[in-house]
Structure formats: C-alpha cells, structure tokens
C-alpha cells in the first residue's frame, strides 16, 4: 500500500526516476517546498495553461486526498447518487495528433462512459470541442440495459466549446469561463462528483481545481512514465525483459552516439526502432537499417548523413529531417527491433483505483498495420490463450510499482514477443498512461453485458456463465464512407441486422461516426462468443455497409 502524502510520493519517485529533460518532464518539487519561482512547463505545442501556483497544487492534493474515501462510500454502491464529468481532451503534441486522420472525432469515442447512465442516480456531463451529432447520443442511450433512453437522457448534459481547433479540449474550457461555469453549475452531487480523461496533463489539473472535484487519473507530475525513456526504466526495474535499447537520446548528435553504442553492443543487428518520447499509436516512431551504417566512418558528420539516408518515418508525411528535429522537443529512444517467424504485439491493461487496489482489466492482442507493422490498427480481445497468463503476471508486477509511485487509473503495458522451440518470449516495450485504443472496446463490453474477466484464464464471462471475446478497430476507412451522416450509418447497419442484440449479447457496435462524412472513416466493436467469430462478423459487416454506401454514392 502507499505510504505518505501525494508530493512527498512525488519528490520520491522523481529521484528514482528522473525524467528526462523534455517538454512533460517532472516539477522539481523540492524547488516547490523551499519557494522557488518555477512553474510546470505544459506540454509541447499546447497553448500555455495557467501558471501552477503553490495554491492549486495545494488544492489539487487536497481534492486527491479525499478521493478515496469518497470512493469507497460511492462507488460499491450502484443506487448511491454521483457526477462524473466526461472531458476526453487529448492533451498530447499538437503536430503529432495531426497525423490521425479525424482526430477532432475522437473524443467521441469516451461516449462508452455514457454506459454508466446504466446507475439510475449517475449523472454524466460530457464535454467536447464541437456539438456531437443527436443520433449518436440517441444511439448510445438505447444501447443502456434496463433503463429507458429518455431516463437516462435527463441526467446526462453534454457541453460543447463550439472550437474545431486541434487546441486541446481542456483549454478551451479553460479559455471559455461561460463553459465553465455550465460544467460547474451542472454539477448535482458535487460531494460525489469526480473527473476522467483521456490523459492527465497540467491542463487536466487545473481543470480539476477550478471545478473543485478530484481526477481519477495519476497526477500530470507523474506523466512522465508514460514516456518512452522513463517507461524503459519502469519496466526494467520491475524485472520485465525489454529490448536493448538507449534512452534519453536528446539531439542528432546523440542519436549518433546511440547508433554507435547499440551497434556496438549488438554487431549483427540489422534494424532498430527511434521513438519520439511522447509518441502515440506508432506514428512518432522511425525504423533505422543499421547495416554497415558505422563501418568505416571517421567523422561524425558522415555518419549523420548515413542515418538520415536510412531512416524510414512510421508517418506518412514525416520525414528524416523533420523527425530528427523533433528528438530536439520531445527527446527519444532507440531500441533493437525485435523479430521472429512468430511475431506476435499483446498487450495488458491495468486499473489501481483511488484506494491503491490493484485490479487487473483485460489482455490484448494488438492488430499492426503500417511501415513494419509500427501502427495501430485494433486489437483482438482476449490475447491468445498460450501467453494471457504470462501477461497477467508482468502487470501486477508493474501495477505494484506505479501504485508505490502514487499512480491512479487505467494503464496498459504493451509487449512484442516471438515464439522459439522453447515457447514465447515477451518484451516489454512501453507503459501507456492513458486510455487508448484498447480500454474503450473493453468498457463497452463491460457495461453492455455486465460480465466479469476472469483472471485465473484470461476468459470474460457474462453473468451467465458464457464467453465473450470481440474485435475493435477505429480503422475502418472506405472512401465510400466519406458524406454518410450518423443516421445513415445507422440506418444502413439496421438493414444488414449486424448491430449489437441485448437478447444474445453479441453483435457490433459503432462508434466515431462523426468521422465518416469528411474522413470516411468509423470504429467498430464486433463481440461475440468467441475471437475468430467476432473478426468474422466485422469482417462481413464492413463488406455490407461498403456495398450499401457505394450503393448511395451511384
């Protein structure tokens, strides 16, 4: 269990694990306590948010620290009254969030949290930068078991900023005191009342502050972990294989010293991975041919030109030049590429609630796609039944020492690992502190069928005995798609009969609809009894709405 009050976990953890010297990097929180002038440097690219003053930290550990016995009076009883304030801003670098196509849409895709209206005294306030299509709340809210959409409508409020900007969500309420102030007057149960989000930054902290209810997310002075340079570090302290790599790597010259290191170690290595520290869903990585690439070099110079030669960017529209700038910004990694005939990219996803409880969620096998298989594509739930357990055992091992770290929330750590005539060998490759593309398919499952993961097979179980895996993806892009409203989309899933059916608890469901008119591009989440099923009926139902909408375009 933890020991001690939130910042002297802070100042511990941060002399354990030094971040390194970048746009997220940790408070010096000694300079704090003694009154030193400094302040928080926000994230790279966001609009500056409010300075961070002794006065909000104190607040911000204040709401913190009353958080778990709020949890423990609230949330074992699903008839108690409570509000939860949905803001699903994704505070990350602004150049990075360009490269995903659509990415204003994703913050629909915490619309699962409207699933809790399922608790017939939860109010939920959901926030976005733009107004959400009706239909799309309408079709959220007659998924609820057991409770009528128009019941579960009166306790929901949705706000929206009116800003299509890539300006994170969360400052732009900040920015809008009238927005604010909706939120804050929205609030029924304001002794029962906390925030979620997509990631915990400054801004979230602030946030919180000023609507005086605690985040049930890790305080932004720890976000560092979900870098990839600390990650590294987290993992290998808890004893987890990763693969050998370099941290901390700050400009081009120490991506050179890097190279030179790792090759040096490893001198048949042929492939390596460079990955921006705050990269997301593969695109902030880069693979570098490391095939003679030091041999016979006598000045640094050329061997700069030879790594710009042969760095291949994961993102589309990034290139060398550009992406060696940004080690500048964000700092970065490089590691040996792991590979193998049986190549396999799991994952495991993790929850320690307000309380420091650990609980272990769900495994994953993740869908790549991309240069070398670097994207995120989707992910198949659960992982395969020869590795689950395996995974099971690398979380607690590194939930136990973020809990120590003061860490609350949801995190998933994500592995690449190859079979041998021995079995499969797992690497740990980072630790995402966030929700991502893995915890919402999962929450919907959760919700809709108010099953169980077992954790002694890796199985989720509905109450009534029966298995349930599915296949998620927010990467289904048809051309076809582009100009199809919600409604229609709707529509055209009804006429095939693929939408998710209560009676058997299995079927799809869609999310990110906004996305499809201007990017043509929808998420689905297939469940049914068992994985090959549930890709099966995605893969038919994708085939039939493609048919439908190229139908509509003749």
């Given amino acids: 269990m933890r020991s001690g009050s939130p910042l002297n976990r802070r100042i511990m953890w941060s002399k ?48 913190q620290r009353g958080f778990p016995a709020m949890y423990r009076r609230i949330f074992s009883d699903p008839k108690a009254p409570r509000t939860v304030i949905v803001v699903p801003s994704m505070s990350l670098d602004a150049h990075e969030l360009a490269k995903i196509s659509g990415v204003l849409h994703y913050e629909e895709r915490m619309l699962c949290l409207l699933m809790l209206l399922k608790l017939p005294r939860t109010e939920v306030i959901y926030v976005t930068s733009t107004p959400i299509d009706p239909s799309i709340v309408d079709y959220y809210l007659h998924l609820l078991p057991g409770v009528p959409a128009g019941h579960a409508r009166s306790r929901l ?44 930054t400054p801004l979230e902290r602030t946030l919180a502050v000023r609507l005086a209810v605690p985040l049930y997310a890790s305080d932004p002075e720890l976000a560092g972990i979900g870098t990839k340079s600390v990650g590294r570090r987290v993992l290998r302290d808890a004893g987890l294989s990763i693969p050998d790599g370099i941290e901390d790597i700050r400009d081009g010259d120490g991506l050179v010293d890097a190279v030179i290191e790792l090759t040096g170690r490893n001198p048949g290595l042929e492939t390596a991975v460079v990955k921006l520290n705050e990269g ?27 790594i710009r030669e042969r760095l291949r960017c994961v993102a589309e529209d990034e290139i060398p030049e550009r992406f060696i700038s940004k080690i500048h910004r964000m700092g970065a990694i490089i590691e040996a590429k792991i590979t193998g005939e049986r190549f396999r990219s799991p994952s495991v996803q993790m929850r320690i609630d307000p309380t420091g409880a650990i609980a272990l969620v769900s495994t994953h096998d993740q869908v790549l796609s991309g ?69 919402f398919p999962y929450l919907m499952l959760d919700f809709l069928t108010n099953g169980t993961y077992d954790t002694e097979t890796g ?35 009804v006429l095939e009969g693929f939408l998710y059916d209560a009676p058997s608890q299995q079927g799809l469901v869609l999310h990110l609809m906004g996305a499809a008119s201007d990017h043509g591009k929808i998420g689905v989440v297939s469940i049914a009894d068992e994985r090959r099923t549930a890709l099966q009926r995605y893969r038919s139902a994708a085939a039939a709405l ?3 909408a190229q139908s509509r375009q003749r």
Avoid at 182 to 198: E, G, Q
Avoid at 282 to 305: F, K, P, Q
Wanted: a negative charge.
């Fill in 16 to 63: 354990r694990f030094p971040l390194p010297g970048s746009s997220c990097r940790s408070l010096d929180i000694a300079a704090i306590v003694v009154g030193a002038d400094r302040v928080l440097e926000p994230v790279v690219d966001l609009s500056a948010p409010p300075a961070v003053d002794l006065l909000e930290l104190e607040r911000f550990d204040r709401l």
């Fill in 157 to 200: 409020e949705m706000v929206a900023c009116h800003d299509p900007s890539l300006t994170p969500l969360t400052q732009k309420i900040l920015d809008r005191p009238k927005v604010l102030e909706s939120i804050r007057s929205a609030i029924s149960f304001p002794d029962a009342a906390h925030m979620t989000c997509f990631n915990s």
């Fill in 280 to 306: 997301f869903s593969g695109e902030g990585n880069a693979i570098l041919d490391l095939r003679g690439i030091t041999e016979a070099v006598s000045i640094r110079s050329e061997t700069h030109l030879r």
């Fill in 459 to 493: 199985v989720f179980r509905t109450p009534t005995g029966d298995s349930r895996s599915y296949y998620a993806t927010d990467n289904l892009v048809r051309d076809s798609y582009r100009g199809l409203t919600p409604t229609e989309l709707i529509d055209l899933a």
């Fill in 546 to 548: 493609t048919r439908h």
């Fill in 371 to 439: 240069l070398d298989g670097q994207v995120f594509e989707g992910c198949t739930f659960p992982a395969r039944p020869s590795y689950r357990l395996d995974l099971h055992d690398a979380g607690f091992r590194v939930a136990e020492a973020l809990r120590d770290a003061g860490v609350i929330g949801r995190f998933a750590v994500d592995f690449v690992s190859v079979k041998d005539q021995v079995g499969w060998s797992h690497h740990a490759i980072e630790i995402n502190l966030r929700k991502g593309g893995t915890t």
